[in-house]
């Protein structure tokens, strides 16, 4: 499984942007989708994730009410639509899947969001 990462750019304080990543190589289905993310000089931290349904949903406390996570299984693409984003949410983003092997398998090249104050 291949993941395509896309969406990030330069973004004002309180500004929105959408994240999409596309699965390739074969079908996501059942798997679990998340975003991670890395500031420089940090370690790459947990954002959200979804179950394959949709019905199970994790945030990171940091961007709850401001992130949402959703996806798409026709289209082999999650998304994370980011709002009154932060300059503390500067970093480069990674869409990750879990096959149902209970750890994140597989990673996308990341892509990077800055935000400016």
């Known amino acids: 499984v291949q993941l395509q990462a896309s969406g990030g750019g330069l973004v004002q304080a309180g500004g929105s942007l959408r994240l999409s990543c596309t699965a390739s190589g074969r079908t996501a289905t059942g798997y679990i989708m998340g975003w991670f993310r890395q500031a420089p000089g940090k370690e790459r931290e947990f954002v959200a994730s979804?179950?394959?349904?949709?019905?199970?949903?994790y945030y990171a406390d940091f961007v709850k009410g401001r992130f949402t996570i959703s996806r798409d299984n026709a289209k082999n693409t999650v998304y994370l639509q980011m709002n009154t984003l932060k300059p503390e949410d500067t970093a480069a983003y990674y869409c990750?899947?879990?096959?149902?092997?209970?750890?994140?398998?597989?990673w996308g090249q990341g892509t990077l969001v800055t935000v400016s104050s």
């Open positions: 979804l179950s394959w349904s949709g019905d199970n949903t």
């Open positions: 990750s899947a879990d096959p149902r092997a209970g750890r994140w398998v597989y």
